[in-house]
Nanobody, 119 residues
Framework: QVQLVESGGGLVQPGGSLRLSCSAPGISVRINTMGWYRQAPGKQRELVARISSSRISSDIRIDYVNSVKGRFTISRDNAKNTLYLQMNNLEPDDTAVYYC????????WGQGTQVTVSS
């Protein structure tokens, strides 16, 4: 069973930045549509960013939830088989546990990585 591994979270002040990483040993992040999700205390898990597969086309589609547009950037390093989420200008409402997963055939959720934005 492939296990998703997220890392890169931490405590940051408002306006700060973090870069999250996600690895999925044994499964290509390039040929699968993948997403970053987050779950804040007392709230449902939400999809915040996704990047389409490049299996068929080199035209990549990237989507963001409105609340993170212009601040977050999803990307992947095919050579490292790693998915990233660059988060800039972080706000207290971004505080959550962040997870990655495959969109079309989700795996069991990993441990996630905690992001706390607080002064």
């Amino acid at each position: 069973q492939v296990q998703l591994v997220e890392s890169g979270g931490g405590l940051v002040q408002p306006g700060g930045s973090l870069r999250l990483s996600c690895s999925a040993p044994g499964i290509s992040v390039r040929i699968n549509t993948m997403g970053w999700y987050r779950q804040a205390p007392g709230k449902q898990r939400e999809l915040v960013a996704r990047i389409s597969s490049s299996r068929i086309s080199s035209d990549i589609r990237i989507d963001y939830v409105n609340s993170v547009k212009g601040r977050f950037t999803i990307s992947r390093d095919n050579a490292k088989n790693t998915l990233y989420l660059q988060m800039n200008n972080l706000e207290p409402d971004d505080t959550a546990v962040y997870y990655c997963n495959f969109i079309d055939a989700p795996l069991d959720w990993g441990q996630g990585t905690q992001v706390t934005v607080s002064s």
